[in-house]
T-cell receptor, first 113, second 112 residues
Framework: KQEVTQIPAALSVPEGENLVLNCSFTDSAIYNLQWFRQDPGKGLTSLLLIQSSQREQTSGRLNASLDKSSGRSTLYIAASQPGDSATYLCAGRRQTGANNLFFGTGTRLTVIP | DAGITQSPRHKVTETGTPVTLRCHQTENHRYMYWYRQDPGHGLRLIHYSYGVKDTDKGEVSDGYSVSRSKTEDFLLTLESATSSQTSVYFC???????????FGPGTRLLVL
């Protein structure tokens, strides 16, 4: 089983600040890692998926990196906006197969106007 | 948003009663999943399906059963609901096992 940890559990930043969210996983034999966003009372929205052969993926103001040797992934958000306020979850897949995606408990981000 | 709906969106039931949650997709994705989300635990996989009538257990399958008679529908049944099954239940879909999963809006279930 892939153990996934996200610290801190909550983070508040002023609008416009660049920020980094952290995700740690226990098994370096990771197949891929995904970042999701969850708004209160809503489902998850996929943000980025990084394959084990990749080091990073970018989408707009978001950049996700993957370092298998250290067991870490980071999600970088540039020029944060109040609309970025949400819970961000990472999920690591240890190997192929539908039952091998394990989620962290998330970081709740608040961007203060 | 991917075409995924869940019904009901909210349900209150009593211990010992059967409950069925429905997930419906319009994307024709092969894989469908049921997760539960609880504080401090993240999302945990209950069951998943890799085709019509093809299902398998996830991490927390005890007390749950599933059925998939059509590509677009995946049902989750709690045969005899318990208070420990109070949770938010999410359905997800993906075209292949290792590809991005797309989530429904969730069903909030309270078992009294």
């Amino acid at each position: 089983k892939q153990e996934v940890t996200q610290i801190p559990a909550a983070l508040s930043v002023p609008e416009g600040e660049n920020l980094v969210l952290n995700c740690s996983f226990t098994d370096s034999a990771i197949y891929n890692l995904q970042w999701f966003r969850q708004d209160p009372g809503k489902g998850l929205t996929s943000l980025l998926l990084i394959q084990s052969s990749q080091r990073e993926q970018t989408s707009g103001r978001l950049n996700a990196s993957l370092d298998k040797s250290s067991g870490r992934s980071t999600l970088y958000i540039a020029a944060s906006q109040p609309g970025d306020s949400a819970t961000y979850l990472c999920a690591g897949r240890r190997q192929t197969g539908a039952n091998n995606l394990f989620f962290g408990t998330g970081t709740r981000l608040t961007v203060i106007p | 948003d991917a075409g995924i709906t869940q019904s009901p969106r909210h349900k209150v039931t009593e211990t010992g009663t059967p409950v069925t949650l429905r997930c419906h997709q319009t994307e024709n994705h092969r894989y469908m999943y049921w997760y539960r989300q609880d504080p401090g635990h993240g999302l945990r996989l209950i069951h998943y399906s890799y085709g019509v009538k093809d299902t398998d257990k996830g991490e927390v399958s005890d007390g749950y059963s599933v059925s998939r008679s059509k590509t677009e529908d995946f049902l989750l049944t709690l045969e005899s609901a318990t208070s420990s099954q109070t949770s938010v239940y999410f359905c997800a879909i993906s075209p292949a096992a290792e590809e991005t999963q797309y989530f429904g809006p969730g069903t909030r279930l309270l078992v009294l």
